[in-house]
């Protein structure tokens, strides 16, 4: 049969309220925006979208504090569903009247919107007000979590999946056959519901996996069996929220487990860079399973006194310089301010010719248009600088005068080995470095008691700085260095290095120290032992001495 249109205006406009009705001029709208089981890399393209330009944000704020640091306007008001207790209704009322004052308004909630258990009636409140709105789809905790965890939910042989949740009255005996179960809230009644299970004829060993914290780098899962699953997860400690999966198909955890299994994961590994610097290298260790923790040693503070800055950035624009070098993306970045300061772009280059250390920053200028002519092919340091640049020659150099930018704190190196080749430098402080805040306590607790997996040191000055403000890492916290002189410095602060990057790059950095990670797992595997972080030791070395 052909559906039926209707017959009359009102019929057709109550379908398509949600989107077409504005009672109000310059009346605000309402998203409800699924916000995923746990980790904020999970939201869709819409979702960040409709953060980043929300007026209002409205939802459990202790519970999406991650996605909300990630996407949220920082100067959008939060409201807190969970510190005011309110009900569907009374967070409708809340929506329409924000939405009703012309604010662009999104309401988080977890998973799926349509899947979470008061979605629809969240939804329906706002829709009988007739204000605009939308439904964002989020990925699911009852597929999201098992798949974080390595278990599919079907196979060429289970078809079939149920999801329940036990906060209400569940018929066991319907579910005594082999589909796959995704239950939520089991993890207190873990023991009543393996046991209503078996009393339905599940077999006793059938598989049993339960996840906290699923999607997340506190992730943790505990595989068993109906008839042990109550006493493995009291032994382990599982806490909710978590996801338990019962079925054959959860042995297919041992073969598919991807996110658990990758180097670092759960390592907490300490990041001493200036904000700024820390972003790229952090979001690689992400990649790894790490969990970074950014702790600035230096702060960059313009020169005191900027007339020399000043004379440099108006001779490059007067061809007094036939090349510029930069050693950092401190020393880009400072320029170009002063570039932006007097209306000036990276036209300002031509004819000049750029040389850079280092791939951070030959990216940071490449991110502002001007592609570097000159890139160690060795070292990534002055002395593979120097390697390579040519010396000055009369007839082919038209000038030759030098700008290089740089730190007040800059070794001589590069000055000496350019006025060597011939050429003459104008060395000019283009910002200042000095000794960072002290982290909080609880951070310097950390570093010093053995609460990190790992350091990363990317520069001798932030071995010193760190040591400076905040005290030694414990002996049983891996150190991690860039470079050979790097390194020297930790060990002569008595800091032992574990790890050495084959060539000084933060990239490479990040992945010597998930390959040393990674060494690290597959040796305990093999050893038979458990695998744990270096920050563990500590724990059981305690609980061992009790």
């Known amino acids: 049969m052909s559906p039926t249109r ?139 979590v098992p798949a974080y965890a390595g278990i599919p939910l079907t196979s060429e042989k289970i078809h079939e999946v149920c999801v329940l949740d036990v906060s209400e009255p569940i018929d066991w005996a ?22 209503a299970l078996m009393a339905a004829g599940r077999s006793p060993r059938t598989p049993v996996a339960i996840t906290s914290n699923g999607t997340t780098t506190e992730q943790r899962t505990i595989a068993s069996t109906l008839d042990s699953v109550a006493a493995d997860a009291a032994a382990e400690g599982i806490e909710g929220p ?7 198909i959860v042995e297919l955890r041992e073969t598919l487990s991807w996110f658990e299994t990758k180097p670092l994961f759960g390592w907490r590994v300490l990041v001493p860079r200036t904000r700024e610097q820390a972003g790229a290298l952090s979001t690689q260790l992400r990649a790894f399973g ?53 209306g000036l772009d990276a036209r300002a280059f031509a004819g000049i010719k750029v040389a850079v250390v280092g791939e951070q920053t030959a990216l940071a200028l490449e991110a502002w248009g001007i592609k570097p002519d000159l890139v160690p092919s060795g070292e990534q340091s002055s002395e593979g600088l120097l390697a390579d640049w040519p010396p000055y020659d009369g007839v082919f150099d038209p000038i030759n005068r030098v700008f290089l930018p740089r730190a007040d704190i800059a070794t001589e ?32 607790e950390a570093i010093k008691g053995g609460g990190f997996d790992a350091v990363l040191f990317t520069s001798s000055s932030t071995v010193r700085n760190l040591v400076g403000i905040a005290g030694k890492p414990h002996t049983n916290t891996v150190v991690a260095c860039i470079g050979p002189q790097t390194a020297k410095t930790a060990e002569e602060h008595g800091l032992r290095v574990d790890v050495l990057a084959p060539k000084p790059s933060v990239a490479v950095l990040a992945a010597a120290l998930a390959e040393y990670g990674a060494a690290r797992r597959l040796a305990a595997i093999e050893a038979g032992e458990p695998v744990t972080r270096p920050s563990e030791k500590r724990s059981a070395a305690r609980r061992k001495a009790r």
């Open 174 to 195: 319907a579910y005594a056959g082999t589909a796959t179960l995704v239950v939520f809230s089991a993890e207190e009644r873990i023991g009543e519901v393996a046991g």
């Open 242 to 248: 978590a996801v338990t999966v019962v079925g054959e």
């Open 413 to 444: 190196t590069l000055v000496a080995g350019l006025v060597g080749l011939g050429w003459e430098v104008d060395d000019v402080t283009a910002y200042r470095t000095v000794r960072a805040a002290p982290p909080p306590a609880p951070v310097r």
């Open 6 to 144: 209707p017959t009359n205006r009102s019929a057709a406009t109550s379908t398509a309220a949600s989107t077409t009705v504005r009672p109000i001029d310059g009346c605000g709208t309402v998203a409800f925006v699924g916000a995923g089981p746990g980790s904020p890399d999970l939201l869709t393209v819409r979702a960040v979208e409709l953060l980043r330009c929300a007026d209002v944000v409205v939802g459990d704020l202790t519970r999406f504090e991650a996605v909300l640091d990630a996407y949220a306007a920082p100067q959008a008001l939060r409201v807190d569903t969970a510190s005011e207790a309110l009900t569907a209704t009374e967070a409708a009322r809340l929506l329409v009247r924000h939405a009703g004052e012309g604010r662009s308004v999104v309401r988080l909630l977890g998973g799926d919107p349509f899947l979470a258990s008061t979605g629809a009636e969240h939804v329906a409140a706002v829709a009988k007000a007739q204000v605009p709105f939308e439904v964002v789809p989020g990925v699911s905790a009852a597929t999201g």
């Open 290 to 342: 790490a969990v970074p923790e950014e702790v600035p040693t230096i702060a960059v503070e313009p020169p005191r006194t900027p007339q020399q800055m000043e004379r440099a950035i108006k001779g490059l624009v007067t061809g007094r310089y036939e090349w510029i070098a930069f050693t950092s993306t401190n020393a880009v970045r400072a320029v170009r301010e002063r570039f932006e300061q007097y």
